[in-house]
């Protein structure tokens, strides 16, 4: 039985891509952090469709809670796709940003990444695939995100970087880079704010998880 881990995997972006690779007939191991019922719900559905599904909670900020997650048996029995999903975004100005807050967001978005594919490594299968769910703020920045801007650059950086270093053993890396999607990070947009959102995308309309799964 193939294995697939999606950190985030129950809501948004994530949701999507649990539901997409259970279609493909992965079973699917979902991690969230704060709210279990949504998770628990993609879980539902998946296992409705004859796939089987477990959602962990696990604070990928913890590297206790992270080591946790790699001795589930699905884990121990090889990991063929991880998707490294997870993130956290609030909007706060550049001129505002503080240390504090930048060191969590870092924490989550990038350090988190890390702990999870250090902790699952020596689980992956040969040809195992690793996607990273990044950012085209990674790229362009944002006056209003720049501690996420920061991490998703980092995450990029680090992704190419593992390519390079897991190529060779026949492990494929990938970064995936949205733009505007619809989730819960543009949830506080003013509908000024969105329509000027749409007309920056050449197919005028905002993207959907879907679109990324």
Request: net charge neutral.
């Amino acid at each position: 039985m193939r294995t697939a881990i999606v950190t985030g995997g129950g809501r948004g972006i994530g949701a999507a891509i649990s539901k997409r690779l259970a279609k493909d007939g992965y079973r699917i191991l979902l991690t969230y952090c704060n709210s279990s019922k949504p998770a628990e719900m993609v879980v539902d559905e998946i296992r409705d469709s004859g796939v089987d599904a477990v959602a962990a909670n696990c604070d990928v900020t913890d590297a206790r809670e992270v080591a946790l997650l790699a001795t589930h048996p699905w884990v121990s029995e090889g990991v063929d796709v991880l998707v490294l999903n997870h993130g956290r975004y609030d909007r706060i100005d550049a001129k505002s940003l503080d240390f504090e807050h930048l060191r969590r967001t870092m924490a989550t978005n990038f350090e988190g990444a890390f702990l999870v594919w250090e902790s699952v490594k020596s689980s992956l299968r040969d040809n195992a695939r690793i996607c990273v769910i990044g950012s085209q703020l990674g790229t362009r920045g944002s006056a209003h995100g720049a501690d996420y801007s920061a991490s998703k650059a980092a995450l990029a950086l680090w992704a190419r970087s593992l390519a390079q270093a897991l190529g060779p053993e026949g492990k494929r890396v990938n970064i995936v880079a949205p733009g505007f999607v619809d989730t819960d990070i543009l949830a506080g947009d003013s509908p000024e704010k969105r329509a000027s959102r749409i007309q920056e995308v050449p197919l005028k309309r905002i993207g959907t998880s879907e679109d990324i799964a």
